[in-house]
């Protein structure tokens, strides 16, 4: 059975940190690109950062660019999400994403809450 265990959300003011983890168990198929999503109040889901499989290229929103840093550990099959200058917008619940050969997973998401 597949697992997404999300952990590192919380309230944090503005201007502070915060570090997602996301670790991922009983994919067989392997793992590939690794994700995190967020989605604020009354807003669609949107991609924050992306990483591939071996780490080597990632892709962020350009709302988070130099504020936020994706990475991965593949020993461990986790992914993290280190967030910067955190500000009031970054406000949502995140999602971490696995894709895996022929499935793609989502976590069951983390508050953040950064207040002014």
């Known amino acids: 059975q597949v697992h997404l265990v999300e952990s590192g959300g919380g309230l944090v003011q503005a201007g502070g940190s915060l570090r997602l983890s996301c670790a991922a168990s009983g994919i067989r198929s392997g793992i590939n690109a690794m994700a995190w999503y967020r989605q604020g109040p009354g807003k669609q889901r949107e991609l924050v950062a992306s990483?591939?499989?071996?780490?080597?290229?990632?892709n962020y929103a350009d709302s988070v660019k130099g504020r936020f840093t994706i990475s991965r550990d593949n020993a461990k099959n986790t992914v993290y999400l280190q967030m910067n200058s955190l500000k009031p917008e970054d406000t949502a619940v995140y999602y971490c994403?696995?894709?895996?050969?022929?499935?793609?997973?989502w976590g069951q998401g983390t508050q953040v809450t950064v207040s002014s």
């Open positions: 990483i591939t499989t071996d780490g080597g290229s990632t």
């Open positions: 994403n696995v894709k895996a050969l022929y499935s793609n997973y």
